[in-house]
């Protein structure tokens, strides 16, 4: 048994209750959590599955205890984190038992409360034990039981179906259950997907290569970038999906390419690696703490050809003359739909309006960057959401807007091998279902 102070399930407990009254991030407060507490390895990955997963299945844990609970409307916050992540651990979890899972819960409740607090958790979750959970199958209207089994808000899974249609739906939100994996592209100026395979097998990863894009690679476990393959910049830690924007763009040596939207630099190592640390990738970014994580990136793998500048991207006429660069990255801010396996608390802060308030943005920029592509060059647009309103019909109010540009149909044959059947046209929406990655979105077009 671990000292009170750091006791797994007391963190997480608090974890949940900090997520979501700040409504803060919660990988990154996940990270910090455990470099503040010095938890172990194993204690990490408790942690790590049992916030997560509660925060997963938030919607399903409290139809299962709504019951149980009716008639205390004033149960603190914390109390109701506590039930949720206890009974997490009793229905998802076969290896804790629930006598253990009780036990523990009810431990935190006397610390943290009194008594009387102690004895109601205790009495819930052992009636619960006793009696099984509710059924889902009262729940009749197929969106609301799909919104309830998979925890994601009712007005985005009407929205999905009506979008993408039930059954796409219905794999989407299965998926979002599911931790993601750990994915990295080798940084192939420096060295080959196998020998980088190689290095990391030898410090102990299982290394699977991806299947998709040539120069990634997948981990099954342990975190990649604490090796010393990454300090010397053999590789950067970037999804599948979005290794998948730097192909759309198809950057050649010795170009002037522009990243509007850049920070954390994933897209633009990847475009700089890609033209062999020739010609210059500008890019830019709003904030300048996140322009120092793009510095310290392209420092870290040894690129020279990336120039960094503070910047709003929707003032960018003023910085650059216009018709001056051959391609142009617009990595839209977004709702990030298609994150939510890493984000799961961003299910239940975003609202239909936020799209609609995003999608004005996204017009705006790319109405910005458009003047500053040359006469053939191509525009690139990327959104990691899954969603038509900020997707296809963003793209498709631009080319209304804007007869200069025009899809390209090219852009299938610059695609990866894998990915290119599912591709027709122009443009390309990736399901997380579809490759196992995050859900991304990307329209290539074409100044005529």
């Known amino acids: 048994?671990?000292?009170?102070?750091?006791?797994?399930?007391?963190?997480?407990?608090?974890?949940?209750?900090?997520?979501?009254?700040?409504?803060?991030?919660?990988?990154?407060?996940?990270?910090?959590?455990?470099?503040?507490?010095?938890?172990?390895?194993?204690?990490?990955?408790?942690?790590?599955e049992l916030t997560y997963g509660t925060l997963q299945r938030r919607m399903a844990l409290?139809?299962?205890?709504?019951?149980?609970?009716?008639?205390?409307?004033?149960?603190?916050?914390?109390?109701?984190?506590?039930?949720?992540?206890?009974?997490?651990?009793?229905?998802?979890?076969?290896?804790?038992?629930?006598r253990a899972a009780i036990f523990e819960a009810v431990e935190i409740a006397k610390e943290r409360g009194h008594k009387g607090i102690a004895s109601l958790v205790n009495g819930v979750l052992r009636t619960i034990q006793r009696e099984g959970l509710p059924s889902l199958n009262e729940v009749t209207d197929p969106i609301q039981r799909l919104a309830l089994e998979t925890s994601h808000p009712?007005?985005?899974?009407?929205?999905?179906?009506?979008?993408?249609?039930?059954?796409?739906?219905?794999?989407?939100?299965?998926?979002?259950?599911?931790?993601?994996?750990?994915?990295?592209?080798?940084?192939?100026?420096?060295?080959?997907?196998?020998?980088?395979?190689?290095?990391?097998?030898?410090?102990?990863?299982?290394?699977?290569?991806?299947?998709?894009?040539?120069?990634?690679?997948?981990?099954?476990?342990?975190?990649?970038?604490?090796?010393?393959?990454?300090?010397?910049?053999?590789?950067?830690?970037?999804?599948?999906?979005?290794?998948?924007?730097?192909?759309?763009?198809?950057?050649?040596?010795?170009?002037?390419?522009?990243?509007?939207c850049a920070a954390p630099g994933g897209k633009s190592t990847h475009i700089a690696e890609k033209m062999n640390n020739t010609g210059e990738v500008i890019s830019v970014d709003l904030h300048q703490h996140k322009v120092r994580l793009i510095n310290d990136n392209a420092k870290r793998l040894g690129l020279s050809n990336i120039k960094t500048s503070i910047s709003d991207s929707r003032h960018l006429q003023a910085k650059f003359n216009p018709e001056s660069f051959q391609r142009i990255l617009l990595d839209a801010p977004c709702s990030g739909l298609g994150v939510m396996r890493r984000k799961p608390d961003m299910k239940y802060t975003k609202t239909e309006q936020d799209i609609e308030r995003l999608s004005s943005i996204q017009q705006d920029l790319l109405s910005s960057v458009a003047p500053l592509l040359k006469k053939g060059g191509i525009l690139v647009y990327s959104t990691c959401t899954v969603d038509k309103e900020e997707n296809?019909?963003?793209?498709?109010?631009?080319?209304?807007?804007?007869?200069?540009?025009?899809?390209?149909?090219?852009?299938?044959?610059?695609?990866?091998?894998?990915?290119?059947?599912?591709?027709?046209?122009?443009?390309?929406?990736?399901?997380?279902?579809?490759?196992?990655?995050?859900?991304?979105?990307?329209?290539?077009?074409?100044?005529?």
């Open 1 to 48: 048994m671990t000292s009170k102070k750091n006791n797994v399930r007391a963190i997480a407990m608090d974890l949940l209750v900090t997520i979501e009254k700040n409504q803060s991030y919660s990988n990154l407060l996940l990270n910090s959590t455990i470099e503040k507490n010095q938890l172990s390895g194993v204690d990490i990955g408790l942690l790590t």
């Open 62 to 98: 409290d139809f299962y205890l709504r019951p149980f609970i009716k008639d205390n409307k004033k149960l603190a916050n914390w109390v109701h984190h506590l039930l949720r992540l206890t009974l997490y651990q009793m229905v998802y979890l076969d290896r804790i038992p629930d």
């Open 154 to 260: 009712e007005w985005l899974v009407t929205r999905w179906v009506n979008q993408f249609g039930y059954e796409k739906t219905k794999e989407m939100c299965e998926i979002n259950l599911t931790a993601p994996m750990q994915t990295a592209r080798v940084n192939l100026t420096k060295i080959s997907r196998d020998e980088c395979v190689a290095l990391l097998e030898e410090d102990g990863f299982q290394i699977e290569k991806s299947p998709f894009i040539p120069e990634a690679i997948r981990t099954l476990k342990g975190n990649l970038a604490s090796t010393i393959s990454f300090n010397y910049g053999m590789f950067t830690i970037q999804d599948e999906s979005s290794m998948l924007a730097a192909y759309a763009l198809g950057a050649m040596e010795d170009e002037y390419i522009l990243d509007a």
């Open 392 to 448: 296809e019909h963003t793209v498709k109010r631009f080319l209304e807007n804007n007869p200069d540009f025009e899809g390209d149909l090219t852009f299938k044959s610059r695609m990866p091998e894998a990915i290119q059947p599912l591709i027709n046209g122009f443009d390309l929406q990736i399901f997380p279902q579809d490759i196992g990655s995050d859900g991304f979105y990307i329209a290539a077009l074409r100044k005529s």
